[in-house]
């Protein structure tokens, strides 16, 4: 069975950073696109970054500069390292996992970044 566990939230000031771990197990997570989503209260989930199983990025506009999606596919975790926070960057991050061949989505249960003074 495919589980996502994240980690590495917390309460950080404007201006800080923060490094958001997923490490998977039941699978080889090689085969998969691996990303972050995130959702804030009273709004949607939305995209923050995606990387695929060849490496390939992609990231909304809110994070293109700021944050950095990468992955270590012998310790089947991805990571999203966030710089620069705002406030308006508190949410919910989740992870995310697709198979590559079977497109069997899969989802973390969630850590909380709240980024406030």
């Known amino acids: 069975q495919v589980q996502l566990v994240e980690s590495g939230g917390a309460l950080v000031q404007p201006g800080g950073s923060l490094r958001l771990a997923c490490a998977g197990s039941?699978?080889?997570?090689?085969?998969?696109?691996m990303g972050w989503y995130r959702q804030a209260p009273g709004k949607q989930r939305e995209l923050v970054a995606t990387?695929?199983?060849?490496?390939?990025?992609n990231y909304a506009d809110s994070a293109k500069g700021r944050f950095t999606i990468s992955r270590d596919n012998a310790k089947n975790t991805v990571y999203l390292e966030m710089n620069s926070l705002k406030p308006e960057d508190t949410a919910v991050y989740y992870c995310?996992?697709?198979?590559?061949?079977?497109?069997?989505?899969?989802w973390g249960q969630g850590t909380q970044v709240t980024v406030s003074s």
């Open positions: 039941g699978s080889i997570f090689s085969f998969y696109t």
């Open positions: 995310y996992a697709r198979n590559v061949w079977s497109r069997d989505e899969y």
């Open positions: 990387i695929t199983d060849g490496g390939s990025t």
